[in-house]
């Protein structure tokens, strides 16, 4: 997958998130019961103790979380903008985790709403590490790289880095 | 030396410091790839650790809303919590599982898990307006049934249950529930002892010797079973849940948009006693 591919695929899931949560974020506010196809586990789950955090309901948590998010796939390309994903990712993944084991655990019950942005998180943040860790491909490739070489092999994790902090010598 | 092998021996010269020049170059990339690499596999771990901490703190912070341990029974704690029950079901008639007027034209079908902190909510949170407002003015009364949930042993489940039910066969049920609902501890600790279901019996103001003896009435238990059935029957397998309906009429599902807000129980409750 190409960077500017994996980078839209994250866009295009954190918007979806960014959804979930602006909907959860209303209802909160609004004091109405949310739309759930399992009766009464997402007004359950919504109006529990544990859908606020020092006051602070979780799907504003979560809201702002996804702008995050997005602020930072929207920055320039970049080692401090992949990490800044990565981080807000696993941030978020993370608190799903918690706030699923509270479902599960302590509620018991399941708000699809909720579940549905843990596995936007969980996703957006599997991929974002990986995007992390290998780095951007697309300038570290021999096929965008000035020597332009056939057959040469892929360009190994972390010459991306090599290629954006340091201007290549002349042969 | 002719000056073609003169050429030939320049061109082996330079594909050589080429060579070294390429391998010099493959070595340092793979050198900084390798730095590159773990500098970013060390801040993935920070992020890590960081995260991991922070759910840790939450769920330590969170703690589950509800006290850590058991009141003890004529502590000026219990005394006060006592005094409050009484205030909220005080005058209020009680048979068995039920708080309110036999008679009342609306029943309301209250499943719950003492165990479970969301029940803790509602009965914190909603159930006083609802008493106040329809149970003590004889237009409702309330059923509590049994639904495992939160207790994860089912011989807890059980004992904490028919401990209650027991107290019910003195017309103290719902002192019992109101008290074990205020003093709950984090679920499944281990709380649920002997001593804490004794503690809530004496604060419900049981006789005692009765209420040890009626938890031995295996018709209690049964009571238990036949509320899981009937859970069951109505689809739910979350506390709580509850039915509602008109006396003696069929009961359907009370759906409800906050647990501490009884706006929604009261324009059900309303509806029924009106029509």
Redesign the interface.
């Known amino acids: 997958m190409s960077s500017r591919a994996l980078r839209i695929t994250l866009l295009a899931l954190a918007v979806i998130g960014l959804g979930v949560a602006s909907y959860l974020t209303y209802v909160h506010y609004a ?3 949310p739309a759930c196809t399992a ?3 997402c ?2 789950v919504q ?4 859908s606020t ?1 020092a006051g602070v309901p979780v799907a504003l948590i979560g809201l702002i979380g996804y702008i995050a998010i997005i602020g930072s796939l929207l920055a320039p390309e970049g080692e401090n903008a992949r ?1 800044a994903t ?2 807000f990712t ?2 978020g ?3 799903s ?2 706030l699923t ?2 479902e599960l ?5 399941i708000c699809e709403w909720c579940a549905s942005s843990a596995v936007i998180m969980t996703v957006l943040a599997g991929l974002s ?1 990986w995007r ?2 290998r ?1 951007d491909t697309e300038r570290a490739s021999p096929g965008s790289a000035p020597s332009g070489g056939h057959g040469e092999p892929a ?5 991306a ?2 290629s954006t902090s340091v201007h290549p010598k002349r042969p | 030396m002719t000056p073609v092998d003169s050429d030939e021996q320049d061109l082996t010269r330079k594909e050589r410091r080429e060579q070294a020049r390429a391998q010099r170059k493959a070595v340092e990339q793979a050198e900084l790839a390798s730095a590159t690499r773990r500098t970013r596999l060390r801040q993935l771990g920070i992020v890590v650790v960081i995260v991991v901490l922070a759910v840790v703190v939450i769920l330590i912070a969170s703690g589950g809303g509800s006290s850590k341990k058991a009141v003890t029974a004529g502590t000026p704690t219990a005394t006060k919590m006592v005094n409050e029950v009484n205030t909220r079901i005080g005058g209020i008639p009680q048979s068995g599982d039920t708080l309110g007027n036999a008679s009342a034209p609306v029943t309301l079908q209250y499943f719950g898990d003492l165990q479970c902190p969301v029940c803790r909510e509602f009965t914190l949170g909603a159930l006083p307006s609802i008493i106040q407002t329809w149970v003590r003015t004889g237009k409702l009364k309330i059923e509590y049934l049994s639904l495992e949930t939160a207790t994860h042993e089912p011989e807890v489940f059980k004992t904490q249950q028919v401990a209650a039910l027991a107290a019910g066969k003195q017309a103290k049920m719902w002192n019992f529930l109101e008290l074990f609902y205020r003093q709950q501890g984090e679920e499944n600790s281990g709380y649920v002892t002997e001593s804490f279901l004794q503690g809530l019996a004496a604060q419900s103001g049981v006789n005692l010797s009765q209420w040890t003896s009626d938890r031995n009435d295996s018709a209690l238990a049964k009571q238990v079973v036949n509320d899981a059935e009937a859970a069951s029957n109505a689809g739910f397998n979350g506390t709580p849940s509850f039915l509602i309906g008109k006396r003696g009429g069929k009961l359907s599902r009370l759906e409800y948009s906050s647990l501490t807000d009884p706006t929604s129980f009261n324009e059900a409750i309303e509806k029924l006693a009106k029509s």
């Open positions: 004091g109405i019961k009766g009464e586990s007004a359950k109006t529990s103790v544990y955090l990490l990565m981080a696993l941030v993944f993370g608190f985790a918690y084991y509270r655990f302590s509620i018991h019950a590490t992390f860790l780095g360009a190994p994790l972390g010459s880095l090599l």
